[in-house]
């Protein structure tokens, strides 16, 4: 069966830190990928996906995600955080028809002043 | 357009009793889906639908049913309440076809099973 893993549960970060958060998922064919965030109190929102073409995405709020097949990965990457993406955050893959997603466990991200 | 819908957002049941979530879409979107989040596990998916009149199991199916009968709403139902149960439970929501397969989720629906 399909797995996705974040090996990052918490992350502490002070604001204008550098931030990567890891996702590796284990299904070898196509895939499309996906990163949620959730907010305090909020439902998950979209960042940002990854169907096919260019393997570096952009999303919104400044993030991006790089998929590097050989490694089945597919990381989150921010220059410089902000108090305000105090979330967790989920990396999700889709294989196959329909719409069922496969989560990882969530990686909840503090950001300190 | 409202986008997902999910009632109630709070509930407490007690052990052996049942009840209704309830989630509603208006932006005509075909599949469906039923999440429950629990800390340290993610979101595991439920029961899930292609369509109106077509449902199918996920991951975690046991203690819950579903139906779709109409393209709109997609209840999800726990016929005998377990303190396993409790949860915070998500709908989500997205189009048909070959490009868009991003789900837009609910606000959700936190169950506390005592």
């Known amino acids: 069966a399909q797995s996705v893993s974040q090996h990052n549960h918490h992350v502490i970060l002070s604001e204008a830190a550098s931030l990567e958060l890891g996702c590796n998922y284990s299904?070898?064919?196509?895939?499309?990928l996906f990163w949620y965030v959730q907010y305090p109190g909020q439902h998950l929102q979209l960042l940002l996906k990854?169907?096919?073409?260019?393997?570096l995405v952009k999303g919104i709020k400044g993030f991006e995600a790089e998929f590097i097949k050989s490694k089945f990965s597919f990381n989150l990457r921010k220059p410089s955080v902000q108090w305000s993406d105090t979330a967790e955050y989920f990396c999700?893959?889709?294989?196959?028809?329909?719409?069922?997603?496969?989560f990882g466990t969530g990686t909840q991200l503090k950001v300190e002043l | 357009n409202a986008g997902v819908t999910q009632t109630p957002k709070f509930q407490v049941l007690k052990t052996g009793q049942s009840m209704t979530l309830q989630c509603a879409q208006d932006?005509?979107?075909?599949?469906m889906s039923w999440y429950r989040q629990d800390p340290g596990m993610g979101l595991r998916l439920i029961h899930y639908?292609?369509?109106?009149?077509?449902?199918d199991q996920g991951e975690v199916p046991n203690g819950y049913n579903v139906s779709r009968s109409t393209t709109e709403d997609f209840p999800l139902r726990l016929l005998s309440a377990a303190p396993s149960q409790t949860s915070v439970y998500f709908c989500?929501?997205?189009?048909?076809?070959?490009?868009?397969?991003?789900?837009?989720f609910g606000p959700g629906t936190r169950l506390t099973v005592t």
């Open positions: 989500a929501s997205s189009p048909s076809g070959t490009e868009s397969y991003e789900q837009y």
């Open positions: 299904y070898g064919g196509t895939v499309n």
């Open positions: 990854y169907f096919s073409g260019d393997p």
């Open positions: 999700a893959v889709k294989n196959g028809g329909g719409n069922k997603l496969t």
């Open positions: 932006m005509n979107h075909e599949y």
């Open positions: 639908s292609v369509g109106a009149g077509i449902t």
